[in-house]
């Protein structure tokens, strides 16, 4: 993806307060606060893990991980002379506007001219001040738990009548690792089991899932294999019904590749 600038908040998106932004492409002499060093934005490993078994040739498939990532920035104090502000001033700004934020969220926005391509979401854990130095500098450390940067707005593809087998492709052009996805199915008669896999005949990989007593019409099933947010239930009527444990073994949670996703 291309960046020009970031932006990191404090708190939730929603009312956020900036906490400093810094171009990619310029210098702004007036900022109180420049970025002199940022690591942490590339993956430092990725990690094979075993996610099952393809059904008739047994080979094994695995999803490429990324461990939480911990993103650290050196800002340069800048303070407004003119107006007499000092280092101490700026710094301390730096620290109510973390500290006044309830959740202690930190979120950072990855901007291409006036769009917001990408966010992350983290925690502050270190905050450090060379006192003893004549660095006018504050280092922060952001531990994102989720290390995927994500779009602000999600994919929506339309809607579409399934019959018993109807293959459906997905394009994704904007990703460049896979990554999970969310449905929701509404049936519009009973069923015993809902399944995807990758081919119609002779499928390598199958999701199946098999409720007591099957499916019934007007069941709403809702799926989701995102990072840290996996879930499957049905709603009856206004009753929530969990299939977690129906899942069929030796199923393997679908995600998408960037790309076309059959």
């Given at each position: ?158 809607p579409v009548e399934l019959n018993i087998v109807n293959p459906i492709t997905l394009s994704d052009n904007l990703s460049t690792a896979p990554h999970g996805f969310q449905f929701q199915v509404t049936f519009k008669s009973n069923a015993t089991s ?69």
């Amino acid at each position: 993806m291309r960046v020009t600038d970031i932006a990191v908040y404090a708190g939730k998106p929603e009312g956020a307060e900036e906490l400093f932004s810094f171009s990619l492409s310029k210098s702004d002499p007036t900022a109180q606060y420049m970025v002199r060093e940022m690591t942490g934005m590339d993956v430092e490993e990725l990690i094979p893990k075993f996610y099952g078994f393809s059904l008739h040739t047994k080979a094994k498939f695995y999803d490429f991980v990324v461990k939480p990532r911990t993103i650290v920035t050196r800002i340069v104090l800048n303070p407004r002379f003119n107006l007499d502000e000092s280092y101490s001033d700026v710094r301390d700004h730096l620290y109510r506007s973390i500290s006044a934020v309830r959740t202690g969220v930190i979120v950072m926005h990855f901007n291409s001219g006036g769009t917001t391509v990408a966010r992350i979401f983290g925690f502050i854990t270190k905050f450090e001040v060379p006192y003893f130095t004549p660095l006018p500098e504050v280092q922060l450390s952001i531990r994102c738990d989720d290390p995927m940067f994500r779009a602000i707005n999600p994919v929506v593809y339309e809607p579409v009548e399934l019959n018993i087998v109807n293959p459906i492709t997905l394009s994704d052009n904007l990703s460049t690792a896979p990554h999970g996805f969310q449905f929701q199915v509404t049936f519009k008669s009973n069923a015993t089991s809902f399944t995807i896999q990758d081919a119609p005949i002779n499928p390598e990989w199958v999701f199946r899932v098999i409720p007591n007593g099957g499916f019934l019409t007007g069941d709403v099933l809702f799926f989701s294999s995102d990072h840290a947010n996996k879930y499957l239930y049905i709603m009856r009527g206004t009753v929530q019904i969990f299939l977690v444990d129906k899942v069929q073994p030796e199923s393997i949670w679908p995600v998408m590749f960037p790309g076309s996703t059959t």
